[in-house]
């Protein structure tokens, strides 16, 4: 019997494949993807830029399985996200995906805990508290657990909706826009914690228009008109600076 020892190449977490996305027809029709082709490895983070329409928070959306693309393939590992039903859909963004939105999206009536503990209760787990502080404490808001949105900061209110995207362990973690909302010190404070979150193997796509945080990533795309049309490795905030701005021209 012969045993193959080939080397296998390790999978991505996340691959886009053909990927087109069109909103409105005739004249006033938009490609916002056009036959987007892209793959995110497993335990990176990876910055998406680029101008204004360029097509960036769509192809964070669809990636997440929060928007369907017209055409195309969004693998998450060996699950083809174009051939799931809406149920199926659901079950697997509260299962292997976590997803931080720049307005933070908590519910005003519900406490930090509560509100961590959200996704895996509606997933029809019965989490207990000691999770949702397990997490909160890692995010350096163990004492806040308690406290209502509207008691917290916005850098702490940031922090919980990261607690309530990590909880499930999800596979990949999107972040949209993430420090948009924050003044520096709170913004670095969220950087800090995704980039703890990547260095212990999570992987995470971030959206944003900040060279200083997409400096922070591992790889920085940029998109303009719907197409990948540059990519920086190791970037720092003067060079993802410079190609935004040849973009924009």
């Not at 971030?206 to 997409?214: F, G, K, Y």
Request: aromatic share 4%; charged share 25%.
């Amino acid at each position: 019997m012969m045993i193959d020892s080939t080397p296998r190449a390790i999978a991505p977490a996340l691959a886009l494949h053909g990927v087109e996305r069109t909103y409105g027809r005739g004249e006033t029709a938009v490609r916002a993807l056009d036959g987007v082709d892209v793959e995110f490895a497993r335990g990176t983070w990876t910055a998406v830029m680029g101008p204004s329409g360029s097509g960036k928070s769509t192809l964070l959306h669809i990636a997440a399985g929060l928007e369907r693309a017209d055409s195309g393939r969004v693998m998450l590992a060996d699950s083809d996200l174009s051939q799931l039903d809406e149920d199926a859909l659901t079950a697997l963004r509260r299962s292997r995906i976590g997803f931080i939105f720049q307005s933070f999206n908590l519910l005003p009536a519900l406490t930090a805990e509560e509100n961590v503990l959200l996704p895996l209760r509606l997933a029809g787990q019965r989490p207990s508290s000691a999770d949702a502080r397990r997490v909160l404490e890692q995010v350096g808001l163990g004492g806040r657990a308690t406290h209502r949105p509207r008691q917290l900061s916005g850098g702490q209110q940031q922090r919980v909706a990261i607690a309530r995207a990590l909880i499930t362990r999800p596979e990949v973690l999107f972040a949209d826009e993430p420090t948009g909302a924050l003044d520096s010190g709170a913004a670095r404070a969220v950087l800090d914690l995704l980039r703890a979150a990547v260095d212990a193997g999570q992987t995470v796509i971030m959206v944003t228009h900040d060279p200083a945080a997409a400096a922070r990533a591992d790889v920085t795309l940029f998109l303009r008109d719907g197409r990948i049309v540059d990519r920086l490795t190791s970037p720092s905030t003067a060079r993802v600076a410079e190609r935004l701005v040849a973009l924009e021209r």
